[in-house]
């Protein structure tokens, strides 16, 4: 691989990996999906000291899907749900079994997989020039990667058929007006905002954070009694962490309390 599509580095216990191949507004190759993989498996290495998570992209978009290029021709008759299988579930399935939040900074448009990718997220902000297209019936597809399982979660029923159905593009601020995504920020304040947010979140109880991450995937499905039991099962396994210690001893010597993610 000559020019690397994935761009990986930490610092201050944030990974941040960046979509890297911005003249074609970093649609995904298959070469990519394998580079985000490795850079995923660097994340989850013992002792990387990794504890947040912020994925983005480079250049003027987040990421457009698929990149159609590949699927030109012939290739158009691939077996897309061989692609699906063995490329995306993985990708989406990772990012929400990831044991520490995932915050996107959607930097430009977020199309096709490239938009269902975002909403895999765990936090999600945008840029206001940023806007996101369920692209996919626009070429004769449904959208995937997720998108119809988070959409009508996310934004309701009615709006989620719309937009799938339209291919409509709609604004960040749409987005954050319909609860697609936590917040828009001004461009130029897009990547200082997302890496004081995920520094943050690097310094919280990480093994709180991650059970409170798995608690709202597993509530999409799960009834009252259900998601009763996995609170009581996760709070238990919380009440034996040194985060859980330190908060309470932090709170009755009133001073800020230093958790190490244990
Ligand atoms: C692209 C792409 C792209 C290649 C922009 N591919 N080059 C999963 C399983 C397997 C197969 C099928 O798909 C999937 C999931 C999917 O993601 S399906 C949906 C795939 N994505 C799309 O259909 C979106 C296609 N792109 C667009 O509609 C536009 O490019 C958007 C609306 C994203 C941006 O429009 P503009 O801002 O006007 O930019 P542009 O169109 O001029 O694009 C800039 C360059 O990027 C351009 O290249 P060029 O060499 O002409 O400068 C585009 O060809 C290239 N590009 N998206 N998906």
């Given at each position: 691989?000559?020019?690397q ?9 944030v990974?941040r ?38 994925l ?20 158009s ?9 063995t490329l ?6 990772a ?6 939040p ?10 096709g997989?490239g ?10 902000l ?5 806007s ?15 998108g ?22 709609i ?14 920020v001004?461009?130029?304040?897009l ?13 919280q109880?990480?093994?709180?954070l ?5 608690a709202?995937n597993?509530?999409?499905?799960n ?8 609170e ?8 034996q ?6 908060g ?6 009133k001073r ?7």
């Amino acid at each position: 691989m000559s020019e690397q599509s994935i761009l990986y580095d930490s610092a201050d216990a944030v990974a941040r990996i960046t979509l890297n191949r911005p003249d074609k507004l970093n649609a995904f190759t298959a070469d990519m999906h394998g580079e985000l993989r490795a850079a995923l498996a660097k994340v989850t290495a013992a002792g990387s000291g990794i504890r947040c998570v912020l994925l983005t992209g480079a250049g003027r978009g987040f990421c457009a899907g698929q990149d159609l290029s590949q699927r030109r021709g012939d290739a158009s008759l691939a077996d897309l749900g061989q692609t699906l299988d063995t490329l995306y579930n993985p990708l989406i399935r990772a990012l929400r079994a990831l044991d520490m939040p995932v915050i996107c900074a959607v930097n430009g448009i977020a199309a096709g997989a490239g938009a269902n990718l975002a909403l895999a997220a765990d936090i999600v902000l945008a840029a206001r020039s940023a806007s996101f297209l369920q692209a996919f019936a626009k070429i004769g597809l449904m959208p995937d990667s997720g998108g119809t399982y988070f959409l009508p979660r996310l934004i309701g029923d009615a709006r989620a058929r719309a937009l799938a159905m339209l291919a409509e593009r709609i604004s960040a601020e749409q987005a954050a007006s319909w609860g697609l995504i936590w917040k828009v920020v001004d461009d130029d304040k897009l990547m200082d905002d997302a890496t004081a947010l995920a520094k943050h979140l690097a310094t919280q109880p990480t093994k709180a954070l991650a059970a409170i991450k798995h608690a709202f995937n597993a509530s999409q499905d799960n009834t009252l009694d259900q998601q009763l039991d996995l609170e009581r099962d996760r709070q238990r396994a919380l009440g034996q962490s040194n985060d859980y210690r330190e908060g309470v001893a932090a709170f009755f010597e009133k001073r800020p309390p230093n958790f190490t993610g244990s």
